[in-house]
């Protein structure tokens, strides 16, 4: 079961698990010559990938992707890889690269094999950063997408896209077995509706009503809440 650790505010929050995670890449590099991080997109995280920016790590030897993307170009208002941009790839984490989760194609499927051959070399994650939604969700596995089971099946595919109800466009995610094999796993949520979704998922459940759930259950995942 996951650890949970509450802290007393959003910024106190951001700036200790960017602590942690530094210190995990870095453990990384120092054991292997390279490290891997998957952080979640949307507005939650930004304080955190920001605080992380300025870690005094090497890097260069950093490999950064998304959990998921939204399938919207770079341009866009609602694409997670501006605001990793932004946020995490600025001052000393600039250097380290970015893989890909965008490719020009009128839909996801017709390049998914091309940006999975990207992914290959990172995995396992050494360190994975999920968030969740009120639904419950996390990466883009929605309650009620179309490939729901297919993603949280034990032999899924590292990348699939997915669309679901409450999605306005199509997303790409990594699937279960890759985010549950990650070596260091963190669950970021605030505020108190996520509270309430996370009492929920908390609850025993099938995972396709609560998404979550696959990562809940992990004894090497913690749980990092702030109102």
């Keep these: 079961m996951s650890n949970f650790i509450e802290y007393p505010d959003r910024t106190v929050l951001a700036v200790d698990l960017a602590e942690i995670v530094a210190e995990q ?11 891997s991080l998957a952080v979640p997109g949307g507005t939650t995280p930004a ?9 005094d790590i090497n890097w260069t030897k950093v490999s950064v992707m998304l959990t998921d993307e939204r399938f919207v170009p770079e ?11 932004g946020t995490l790839l600025q001052g000393k984490a600039a250097a380290a690269t970015m893989i890909p ?28 950063v999920l968030g969740m939604g009120a639904d419950m969700h996390t990466a883009s596995i929605f309650p009620g997408a179309d490939l729901l089971d297919e993603a ?70 913690d749980i990092h809440f702030a109102e």
Excluded: W
């Design 47 to 55: 304080a955190f990938l920001t605080a992380l920016s300025g870690a």
């Design 152 to 221: 949280l099946s034990d032999d899924a595919p590292i990348l699939l896209p997915m669309r679901a109800p409450n999605a306005p466009e199509p997303r790409l995610t990594l699937t279960a077995p890759v985010l549950r094999a990650a070596k260091h796993i963190h669950i970021l949520i605030a505020g108190a509706d996520k509270k309430t979704a996370l009492e929920s998922a908390l609850i025993e459940g099938p995972a396709t009503e609560a998404p979550i759930r696959i990562i809940l259950s992990l004894p090497h995942s």
């Design 25 to 35: 890449l870095q453990d990384a590099i120092n054991l292997n010559g390279k490290a």
């Design 75 to 85: 341009s866009s208002e609602r694409s997670n890889t501006r605001l990793l941009r």
């Design 101 to 128: 989760f965008y490719a020009k194609a009128d839909k996801p499927e017709d390049v998914l094999e091309q940006l999975t051959v990207g992914l290959n070399p990172t995995l396992p994650l050494d360190v994975c």
